[in-house]
Each structure stands twice: as C-alpha cells, then as structure tokens.
C-alpha cells in the first residue's frame, strides 16, 4: 500500500482529479496528516466516511515502528531507532539547544562512502529511503518533541546528495504551505562534497540551505578520512561552492569535525581560512565524536586556539558543542547495528553504488 506521506500536493491532486473530487480536498488532506498530525484516516472527520474509507483503502499514514528511543540526561537529545515496512533500520534525533529544536534526519540507510570517523560509513549503503519515510521521521519526532522543529537538517545516516530527488521531495512536502508549511529557509541539506549534487541544486536554485563537510583543508588529509575526497577533489569542490552562492546568493556552511593530532594545528586553520576565502560561509567546527580511538576528540586549549584562528579571517565561525555524544546520536554516530553489514567496515567507497548514483546526478544535469 501506498503511503500519503510520500505524495507532494501535486501528486494528490492528481489522484483527487481522477477520482473527480474538488480542489480542497487537497488542503484538507494536507492539513490534516501534516499539520494535526493524524495517523489514521477516520480521524478526517471533514471528509465524508466514503471518502475516507477510500483514501484508507489506497493509502498508510505511518509505516514506522519504534524500536528504541534514548535520552540523554546531560542535554536532553533524544535519539530514535525506527523499523521501516520492509524491516530495515533508520535513526533519527532530536537535538535541544536554548531556543533551537533541530531534527536530524535520515536520507540513506547506512552510506556508500566510508568516511572514516563515521558509524554510517561502516554499514555500506543499503538502500535509499524514499520522501514519505523521510517525512514520517519529522512527524513521528513532532508528536513526542517537547517543542516543535525549528530547524530539519539532513546530517543523519547516509549522504543526501546521492538520493537526491527523494530528499528534493520531502523538503518540498515538508515545506508545501497547505501541509507542515516548514520554512525553506530553515531545511539544511548537508552533503560530504558530492559535486554534480552541489551543482544541480545551485542550478535548480533549491531554496534550502546547503551544507558540505569538509573535515580537512589539506588534499591528503581529506582523503585519509574522507575517500570521495580522491573523486571530488578540494579545488573543484570550492569551485562548486563559489557556483552555489553566485547562482543562489546563498552563504555556504563548512562542517568541520575537529580530531586531536590530525587537523588541528594552526597550519590547518590557515589552510581553512585559505582555501575557504573566495566563498561567502559560515563554518561550524565540531569536536570529533567518533566511538573509535583513533580519532580522539581535541583538547579544549586547542579548539579555542583553531576557532581564534579561523574566526578574524572568515565571515562567522561557531563551535557546536558535542550533543548526544552520551547516547552515541551526535554526529557520525548513528549506526542501526543491526544493519551493519560487517565487511564494509574496511572504511572504503562503495564504488558500484556511487558511480551508478553518479551517473543519475549526471544525466539530471545534462537534462
Ligand atoms: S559522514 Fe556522512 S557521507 Fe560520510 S560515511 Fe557518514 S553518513 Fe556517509
């Protein structure tokens, strides 16, 4: 059966033309599973009881089960483990900071890409979610979040750039004004630099904001614990950001994870503030939160010392301080363990699925 969640406003209105009901029905069926939030159709009551007996005929409004739901004690992040219809693992987060309810959302289960630092990148990809069961994680989190979401960011399991359509999608449902009517504005998309992606959206002059994960300013270095850096390489990648802002007049944000002995000397920091400085950003620096010993998280000393020294040269840099990091949900540690695939824990790129998802970008953009 097919679920509501993943239909655009018009995609249903085609569905209610065929069925030769009137416009409204549109708004009503929006507002309803997205506004209010109902999980079942004879919540409807606007509808006539043919009507909704139809529409739960055709449709679900929720396929996921929640397995596992953790909250930190120490900053109140709250971390969701979801079954999806076909059985497989997403997480999602809630993040509370002051004002800020940022939810962290899902775009693959696991990743193709292997970043080194990162749970995800140890399951390898296995399949990509569509825009409804993005969706449904923004209104399963709404309905148990203490306040509703300010910002939706797509930092969650996966690479967003290489499902790109399906998350295009979902930011649209989520922001569609008869539904959620979330502000464009305030959707990040984040991606690890996959180029063809960065362009298409510039070009296609996506309202949402764009995110890159840099984690290294050195060549060498981004290709030690990120291996997409080898096929995207820093230059192009700053190229594609410098398109991204002429095209949508947009400041770019920079993640970068912070790993003690790694990239956090000043050399680094100059590096950053180098290679960075043609592109109107923001950059965020991060403290490692890998599991692992090899990354091991910066000394307080040295991340004031590096963010003093991107901060006089660049437009704003803010430290995001290590939520969650108690119940495995900040960054780069979401892992549904029981979706790991253990071989592809050797940190490597999953050729086949990016070359395959490469190509599809491609083409778009040829198109
Ligand atoms: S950091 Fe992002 S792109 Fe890299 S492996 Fe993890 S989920 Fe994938």
Same mark, same amino acid.
Do not use: H
């Given at each position: 059966m097919r679920n509501l969640l993943n239909?655009?406003?018009?995609?249903?209105?085609?569905? *209610?033309?065929?069925? +030769? /009901? =009137?416009?409204?029905?549109?708004?009503?069926?929006?507002?309803?599973?997205f506004q209010k939030g109902y999980e079942r159709f004879?919540?409807?009551?606007?509808?006539?009881?043919?009507?909704r007996e139809k529409l739960a005929e055709d449709f679900t409004l929720r396929s996921f089960k929640e397995l596992e739901r953790i909250s930190s004690p120490l900053d109140g992040t709250t971390?969701?483990?979801?079954?999806?219809?076909?059985?497989?693992?997403?997480?999602?987060?809630?993040?509370?900071?002051?004002?800020?309810?940022t939810f962290c959302i899902s775009s693959q289960v696991g990743c193709a890409l292997g970043c080194t630092f990162c749970a995800t990148g140890k399951m390898g990809w296995l399949r990509d979610l569509n825009a409804g069961e993005i969706v449904e994680q923004v209104?399963?989190?709404?309905?148990?979040?203490?306040?509703?979401?300010?910002?939706?960011? *797509?930092?969650?399991? +996966? /690479? =967003?750039?290489?499902n790109y359509d399906e998350v295009m999608r979902a930011a649209e449902i989520l922001s569609d004004n008869e539904g959620l009517n979330f502000s464009r504005r305030k959707i990040t998309i984040s991606t690890s630099g996959i180029i063809p992606g960065i362009r298409r959206m510039a070009d296609e002059e996506r309202p949402y904001r764009l995110a890159i994960s840099l984690n290294a300013a050195f060549q060498h270095k981004r290709e030690q614990v990120m291996p997409i850096a080898k096929k995207y390489p820093l230059p192009q990648l700053m190229e594609?950001?410098?398109?991204?802002?002429?095209?949508?007049?947009?400041?770019v944000t920079f993640e970068y994870v912070l790993i003690a002995g790694f990239n956090d000397s000043l050399d680094d920091a100059r590096e950053l503030v180098r290679i960075t400085r043609k592109v109107p950003c923001k950059i965020n620096i991060i403290p490692v939160n890998s599991q692992d010993d090899n990354f091991p998280a910066p000394s307080e000393a040295k991340l004031r010392q590096f963010e003093q020294a991107v901060q006089d040269s660049v437009y704003a840099v803010t430290v995001r301080n290590r939520k969650g990091w108690d119940i495995q949900a900040a960054c780069g540690m979401l892992y549904a363990t029981n979706e790991a695939k253990g071989k592809a824990a050797t940190h490597k790129v999953d050729v086949q699925t990016v070359k395959m998802k490469d190509e599809r970008l491609k083409m778009k953009e040829k198109i």
């Open positions: 239909l655009t406003n018009e995609e249903l209105q085609n569905y *209610f033309n065929e069925l +030769g /009901e =009137p416009r409204f029905r549109v708004k009503q069926v929006y507002q309803g599973a004879d919540r409807f009551t606007n509808l006539s009881k043919k009507l971390k969701f483990l979801w079954q999806m219809a076909d059985g497989r693992k997403i997480e999602s987060v809630i993040i509370y900071e002051g004002k800020r309810v209104l399963q989190m709404s309905r148990q979040a203490k306040s509703p979401p300010t910002n939706i960011v *797509f930092m969650g399991m +996966g /690479e =967003p750039m290489l594609a950001a410098q398109y991204y802002y002429r095209k949508t007049r947009k400041r």
